[in-house]
């Protein structure tokens, strides 16, 4: 200040050399300098403030991003956003104290994500950046680059890159939609592709197509990404197919082909035929047509030229195909007609329908035509006509019958060769009458067994089933017996007894019934007899309540089969047969009980067979005769008086000193009286045992009259007082020696004999002890 000033005036408010230059304008006058000497702070974050530098928030709020600073001098503050100065823009508010700076970003939107850069500095050091994020949570951004390729018929591919900005959300999908070129709407593809890339299939071929893709996130689609020009589906034509030469003359060939599998989703304008002879390089223009078929005219005769052929569509030509080469003159065709519509050259007709067989035929010259049936010319009539246009021939036969069917030839004659072919006809229809006669299996009275033989003709169809009908000859009627018979015989159940009855047969397929094949008459009624009677029953095994009897088959059974018997009882006061059995008996004897002890029966048989029951047999007496009239006091006795040659059955019963008789034993069986000499069943002829051991010798017997049994030890008849170490035992039928500890003493041959009034018999055995 001057002497004259009264306060200090700061002239410079910051020097940081340690020399100071003041200009004034006053002239001869004193000043007074003071200097006061200040500390200074590198610019920087004040971390001591809370702060943050990500911020997130939803499209369309305000965010204020605070910036907390600290420095002396006071910082100077820049905001920038890439390269561009943020104080600029008007849309943008930044408030700067000397302790903080404050950027306010009103109504964000998704363009507003990224980072944001602020550059501090004061003069002392470095200048500082500081960066600062901030993520708008809001739908994606439009995608990138939407192209079109892979175009064919009535497909293509779109594929795009995803958005920039994928709105602070992941992209979950992207929706594609089309909209023809006439229309404004779009219409939704998909809404679910999760892919940068997708193919449109369906594309009409002559609809122009604008497509636009957006992608969505969790907040919402973003903007769309459209072609800027329409697009068609097609491509170029595929290569035309089955390339063929049909014809030739003497300066022209005709070639024949099929369209391609695919126009390329385009309309073919035409087809362009291209020649090239042998002494040619280059290919010139032959051809061009709508059709496929044309003549290439203007050839030399004999040239060899090649062909090929190019499908045309508004995308270009097709990939070629090539014939050849070809030699220009005069074409000659074999005749040859076409069997595909007839599969192994057969046609089946249903039986009233009509045949009709229509083939394609070529050849050059043009043959000559006829048909034939099973190798005889066919003519023209009523029911067969025949009609020939340029390429095909055909016969018709009008209301087919089975005499129709057959083999049907088509004669192709172009004078230098003849070619045949054959259809094989078969008429379906109902089988033919099924072969007989019908043959009579078993004939019983109440049912018959009938078989027959298969039809010779099945109709054309496998044959399902018989139906048989029957009817009485005294009656017009036919009733079914049944309809769904499968084999060639059947059994007709529930006739009546003697009645004449007559059958027929009807054989069935899926196209009908058959004529009927007829049976000759026959009667119901079984063809053979009842058996003759059988034998005269005979009583054995007598008891005090039941005997049981037996009897001979019959000597005829009658010609069929014995089924069983019946027997029947009477005792001597009743003039009445009782039927004993309630069920048949099938073998030839029977058990009878519950019979009264001391009474006389008479029993008779008689069998049975298909035809019915035989004649009874003779009756049998069951009557117990006493044979001894003395008293027996032994166990064995002999009867006497008995008849050569009868059969005798017998008991015994026993009697006590007071009068009482026991039951009677168990029948001895059937035993028939005639004279029998003794017999033995010899045991061993040697024996050899060590002292100690027991000895038994035993032997069967057998005689009539029963024979009486001697012992003897070598040569001596065997004395039970005085060999009381030897036992005999002797019964009917069988007798036995029996030595308890044998010693040396017992060695020695001993002799069994047995006689009767008709002879005796002896058996030796050598007995020898060792020891």
Not at 409 to 416: A, E, I, M
Not at 498 to 515: H, L, P, W
Not at 596 to 614: K, M
Request: hydrophobic content about 30%; overall charge neutral; some cysteine.
């Amino acid at each position: 200040m001057t002497s004259d000033d009264k306060e200090w005036v700061i002239i410079n408010p910051e020097v940081k050399t340690c020399e100071y230059c003041y200009h004034t304008k006053l002239h001869s006058v004193n000043y007074l300098f003071v200097f006061n000497f200040l500390t200074t702070e590198e610019a920087d974050l004040d971390l001591d403030v809370p702060m943050t530098t990500q911020y997130v928030a939803r499209a369309g709020r305000t965010v204020e991003v605070f910036i907390p600073l600290k420095g002396r001098p006071a910082p100077n503050v820049t905001w920038r956003r890439g390269d561009r100065n943020m104080a600029s823009d008007n849309r943008f508010t930044i408030n700067n104290t000397e302790r903080s700076t404050t950027l306010i970003i009103p109504n964000v939107t998704r363009d507003d994500c990224g980072k944001y850069y602020l550059e501090i500095e004061n003069g002392v050091g470095e200048p500082k950046i500081i960066t600062v994020s901030l993520k708008v949570q809001d739908s994606p951004s439009a995608c990138q680059k939407l192209i079109i390729k892979n175009v064919t018929r009535g497909k293509l591919t779109l594929s795009w890159e995803a958005p920039v900005i994928d709105g602070g959300s992941p992209v979950t999908n992207y929706i594609v939609e089309k909209k023809a070129s006439t229309m404004k709407a779009y219409q939704v593809i998909t809404a679910e592709c999760l892919n940068t890339s997708y193919k449109v299939s369906g594309l009409e071929e002559d609809i122009a197509y604008f497509f636009r893709v957006s992608a969505e996130n969790e907040f919402g689609t973003g903007d769309c990404c459209e072609t800027t020009e329409p697009v068609r589906a097609t491509e170029t034509p595929g290569a035309v197919k089955d390339l063929v030469m049909v014809d030739s003359s003497k300066n022209s060939v005709t070639l024949q082909w099929t369209k391609p599998d695919h126009d390329g989703g385009s309309y073919i304008t035409e087809y362009i035929i291209e020649k090239r002879s042998q002494d040619e390089v280059n290919w010139t223009l032959g051809a061009t047509c709508k059709r496929c078929t044309c003549e290439v005219p203007g050839l030399r005769e004999n040239a060899m030229v090649d062909f090929r052929v190019f499908a045309k569509n508004e995308k270009g030509r097709s990939d070629f195909s090539q014939i050849g080469p070809i030699t220009v003159m005069d074409f000659i065709i074999p005749p040859e007609a076409s069997l595909t519509d007839y599969p192994n050259g057969e046609l089946a007709v249903r039986i009233g329908q009509n045949i009709h067989i229509e083939l394609p035929f070529k050849g050059k010259p043009r043959p000559a035509i006829s048909w034939m049936k099973d190798n005889l010319p066919l003519k023209e009539s009523e029911k067969i006509r025949f009609r020939t246009t340029d390429n095909k021939t055909s016969v018709t036969v009008r209301g087919a019958k089975k005499e129709h069917a057959g083999q049907y030839t088509l004669v192709l004659d172009n004078r230098t060769i003849k070619n045949y072919f054959d259809i094989n006809v078969t008429t379906l229809g109902p089988p033919s009458i099924p072969v007989g006669p019908i043959r009579f299996d078993e004939i019983k009275a109440q049912s018959i067994i009938i078989s027959w033989d298969e039809p010779k003709d099945n109709g054309g169809g496998e044959i399902t089933c018989y139906s048989v009908e029957k009817r009485e000859t005294s009656h017009a009627n036919w009733k079914l017996v049944c309809s769904s018979v499968v084999r060639t015989t059947f059994k007709i159940p529930n006739l009546v007894k003697g009645t004449e009855y007559q059958f027929r047969i009807r054989a069935e397929n899926k196209y009908g019934v058959s004529e009927p094949l007829n049976s000759s008459d026959i009667i119901a009624q079984h063809q053979y007899k009842p058996p003759g009677a059988p034998g005269k029953p005979v009583a054995y095994n007598i008891t005090s309540d039941g005997m049981t009897i037996k009897w001979d088959a019959p000597a005829f059974d009658g010609g069929s089969p014995i089924l069983g018997y019946h027997v029947e009882k009477k005792d001597r006061n009743s003039l009445l047969w009782e039927k004993v059995n309630s069920t048949i008996i099938s073998n030839r004897e029977y058990r009878i009980i519950s019979l009264l002890e001391g009474l006389e029966y008479s029993f008779r048989v008689y069998a049975e067979n298909n035809a019915g029951l035989s004649p009874v047999s003779e009756q049998s007496r069951g009557k117990w005769l006493r044979c001894n009239f003395i008293d027996v006091s032994e166990t064995q006795f002999t009867v006497s008086g008995l008849s050569p040659g009868d059969r005798f059955e017998f008991r015994v019963m026993a009697r006590n000193a007071i009068g009482t008789v026991s039951p009677p034993s168990n029948s001895s069986g059937y035993i028939m009286t005639k004279d029998e000499s003794g017999k033995y069943s010899k045991g061993n002829q040697i024996a050899t045992l060590r002292a100690g051991e027991n000895v038994r010798l035993g032997c069967k017997i057998t005689g009539r009259p029963l024979p009486q049994v001697v012992w003897y030890k070598d040569g001596k008849e065997i004395d039970k007082r005085t060999m009381i170490d030897i036992e005999i035992t002797t019964s009917i039928g069988t007798s036995s020696l029996f030595i308890r500890d044998a010693d040396r003493n017992h060695r020695g041959i001993y002799t069994v004999e047995a006689k009767n009034n008709s002879g005796s018999k002896k058996a030796d055995v050598n007995v020898r002890v060792q020891g």
